[in-house]
């Protein structure tokens, strides 16, 4: 009898359903200010659409708008109540923040700041809304869009600080586990209200935050992606903190028949894709809308919009151009039309594409470069499971740019598990229907040993093969085995002559190799002055090592007048690029006698350095940590107590705990 019981009993959990995760979220919109601050367009409309987004995807949503001091301090009490116990915590703020003496505040619309004595009494710290999502359990996440110039910096007397920030926020990092920060934009930056009605940062949130199956670290570096593509590089969101466990937003949503992501409620993105297209004068957005939402609130409207537009042809008959080849024809698919004009994988509108690609396939089943072009979209939307069906079709009909890409997929882990031997099958068929980039990836994986066997020579001759087809990157690989002598004799001159002809075809790395063999005479004679000229056209090609060499110039006066404050703006380039000998050198300068130098600051660069795997970071703690003042060491030792790997004194004696803790952090290898 027990063991029928006991077996029941068994059956009836088994049968119930789990438990949904609890989702809480606050989403603060400042944008009435009254003189001398700015009134803001963007707040009302991004609130509306994370509204949208968030409730989509299964959160309990409270709303504040152009509240003043006590109704901001009010409903973060209010939030922490609410946020106590549930698995995620989510804060976003729209409207305008100040960064004073290494601290954020945000302000309220009621906020006069007459002087900088009144900011901790008429505005709201960062660490409130910190306080606030304290009780979340599984997930904290605050979204700062409020990297604006400060707008009371001309008004606001300055009676207890050197001086306020005229740009950005301040970066905070957080010691918990589970915390993450995003802001819009990179410290000391300000970010853009951009040309359409919600600013770039809320934009990509709505398209990426919750993406069915996409972790949320995963989801916060598509939305840096998309905003510093849609400013031109001027704006590069970031992050601080990270996570031990997985963690999606969106988990547990799927795509419903028409390919939009739903919850059971088939207006869930009405808002978000509203609030895209509401200015626009192409009649097909609005025909999209009605497409995706035809009984949601602005289906009326979008029907108005349309007869007061001109009719849009979709389908060119002369060429058999479809809308799916107008948003995502690639440049180097097999199969493209000639007469349609390409998309890069990162400017594709993946929310209009993937319909676009679908209905393609549907009229056309057997028209190759359709799936492609879906995969490709899929691709960029994070829908991973799906382009990898999309690029197998398209690899089973001979494309071999679509092998490429499936290989891609297995050889990252993204909509599969990663399979390096898989990932190795598909760039050899790619490589050998002519594909000089997968010929490339085949000699990677030969270098790395990853799918096959380690083999320099097996790599080298396919990087030849590679760069006999015209592939920069190939070229590059060569210079870098003469440069290293793998697998050859070493040769200096033969890497400069492969690094130059990688120059010649674009390569902005090959630039800056080029530039590091004239700087120090490797295999060829010194010139600092062409040095210097290679550095310069590879930091305009975007190479951050560039950036950094031509900072060590200005540092050391080589070609140039020594200008250490020239040399911490190139250095601050290449450290927002991610170049860990910039963000090392940006911490070094801080140290020393620049106009701005701040020990403490420069400590917090230091650790970030080491978070990023400088080796040359770790080797100066060990081997001469008294380099640095007294300050910095102190500080140090304090953000290493913060971050649980230091318990010593903080004294700026570097003995065997401080290395240790300092070792910890260097192999955590966090962004």
């Given at each position: ?13 088994i049968?119930q359903p789990?438990?949904?995760?609890r989702?809480a979220?606050?989403l603060i919109?400042?944008a ?6 700015t009134?803001?367009?963007?707040p ?7 509204k ?6 299964g959160?309990?949503v409270t ?8 109704a901001?301090s009010a409903?973060l009490?209010?939030f922490?109540?609410?946020?106590t116990?549930a698995?995620?915590g989510l ?9 004073v003496?290494?601290d954020?505040?945000?302000i309220p619309v009621?906020?006069k700041?007459a002087?900088d004595r009144d900011v901790?009494?008429?505005t709201?710290?960062?660490?409130d809304l ?9 997930l ?8 604006r110039d400060n ?5 606001m007397?300055r009676?207890?600080t050197r ?6 926020l ?6 918990e586990?589970?915390?993450l920060i995003g802001?819009?934009?990179a410290?000391?930056e300000?970010a ?7 600013s770039p ?11 069915p199956?996409l972790?949320?670290e995963a ?7 998309d ?5 031109g590089g ?9 996570l ?5 937003l969106?988990?547990g949503?799927a ?7 739903g919850?059971n409620d ?7 894709h509203w609030?895209?297209?509401r200015e ?6 609005f025909?999209?809308?009605?497409r ?14 349309m007869?007061?537009l001109?009719?849009v ?5 002369a060429t058999?151009e479809?809308e ?7 440049e180097?698919d097999?199969f ?7 998309i ?7 929310a209009r594409a993937?319909p676009a690609?679908e209905a393609?396939?549907?009229d ?5 470069r359709?799936?492609y ?5 899929l691709?960029h939307?994070g ?5 990898l ?8 009909l ?6 490429r890409n499936l ?13 390096y031997?898989?990932a190795?099958r598909?760039f050899?068929?790619?490589a050998?229907?002519g ?5 490339n990836?085949?000699?990677l994986l030969?270098?790395n ?6 083999d320099?020579?097996a790599?080298?001759?396919w ?6 087809a015209?592939?920069p990157v190939?070229?590059?690989?060569i ?5 290293l002598?793998?697998?050859v004799?070493?040769d ?11 120059a010649d ?20 004679k010194?010139d600092d002055v062409e ?6 056209k590879?930091?305009a090609a975007g190479?951050?090592?560039?950036m950094n ?5 200005y540092e050391?006066?080589r070609?140039?007048?020594k200008?250490?404050?020239e ?6 380039m290449?450290a ?5 000998y910039?963000v ?6 801080l140290?020393?006698d ?7 600051e420069?400590a917090?660069w ?22 640095w003042?007294?300050?910095f060491r102190?500080?140090?030792?304090r953000?290493l ?6 318990t010593?004194q903080l004294d700026?004696?570097?003995g065997p705990?401080t290395v240790?803790a300092v070792?910890a952090?260097?192999?955590?290898q966090a962004?």
């Open positions: 009898m027990l063991l029928r019981l006991a077996i029941l009993f068994l059956a009836v959990v049968g789990a438990l949904a995760e989702k979220a606050l919109g400042n009435g200010y009254a003189a001398p601050a009134v803001l367009k963007n009302p409309n991004d609130i509306t659409t994370m949208a987004t968030l409730e989509g995807a959160f309990e709303v504040l708008q152009d509240a003043g001091r006590a901001m409903a009490a209010a922490e109540e609410k946020a116990g698995d995620i804060i976003y703020y729209s409207g305008h923040g100040i960064e003496n290494g954020n505040f945000l009621d906020a700041l002087s901790k009494y008429e709201i710290l960062l660490d910190l306080h606030a999502l304290a009780g979340a359990t599984k904290k996440l605050v979204l700062l869009d409020a990297c707008p009371f910096l001309t008004s007397k009676l207890s001086g306020i920030p005229t740009r950005g301040a970066r905070v990092d957080s010691a586990s589970n915390m802001y819009a934009t410290p000391g300000v853009l209200d951009g040309e359409g009605t919600m940062y809320a934009t990509a949130l709505s398209r990426h935050l919750v993406v199956g972790e949320v989801a916060l570096r598509a939305v840096a992606k905003v510093f593509e849609a400013t001027k704006q590069r969101p970031f992050k601080t903190g990270s031990f466990e997985t963690v999606m969106g988990k949503l795509p419903d028949a028409s390919g939009t992501i919850h088939p207006c869930r993105d009405a808002a978000a609030a895209e297209i626009s004068k192409d009649k097909v957005m025909e999209d809308h009605l995706l939402f035809p009984t949601c609130a602005f289906a009326n409207i979008a029907r108005q919009r007869a007061d001109a009719p042809v979709s389908v060119r008959e058999g479809t799916c080849d107008r948003l995502a024809a690639a180097n097999p493209r039309l000639a007469s349609t004009k390409p890069g994988f990162y400017d594709i509108d993946f993937i690609c393609a396939i549907r056309n089943p057997q028209e190759k359709f799936f072009q879906l995969g490709r979209s691709d939307g829908r991973f499971p799906e382009a069906a999309a690029y197998r079709k398209a690899a089973d001979g494309n071999h740019q679509a092998m290989a891609i997929l297995y050889e990252n882990g993204e909509g599969t598990s990663q399979d031997a898989e190795m598909w050899r068929q790619s050998e229907l594909n000089g980039l997968a010929m990836n085949v000699g030969y270098r040993g990853k799918g096959v066997p380690e320099l020579n790599a080298l001759e990087y030849r093969k590679s760069a006999d015209g592939i190939a070229m590059q690989n210079g870098d085995f003469y440069d002598g793998l697998g004799k070493q200096l001159k033969e890497a400069f002559a492969w690094y130059r002809k990688a075809g674009g390569s902005a790395a090959s630039m800056t190799n080029l530039g590091w063999a004239l700087a120090n005479g490797r295999g060829v010194r040095a210097m000229h290679w550095y310069r590879a930091a190479d951050a090592q560039g060499n031509i900072g060590t110039f050391n006066g070609t140039v007048k200008d250490k404050e040399a911490m703006r190139w250095y601050r290449a927002d690029k991610g170049n860990t910039g090392h050198n940006v911490a070094a300068l140290d020393g620049v106009k701005d130098a701040d020990p403490k420069a917090r230091f650790e970030r350095a080491l978070r990023l795997g400088h080796q040359e970071s770790l080797r100066q703690v060990k081997e001469n940590s008294r380099a003042s007294l300050a102190k500080e140090l030792q953000i107590t913060d971050a649980g790997v230091y010593g700026g004696q570097f705990s240790r070792e952090i260097f192999n955590r962004s």
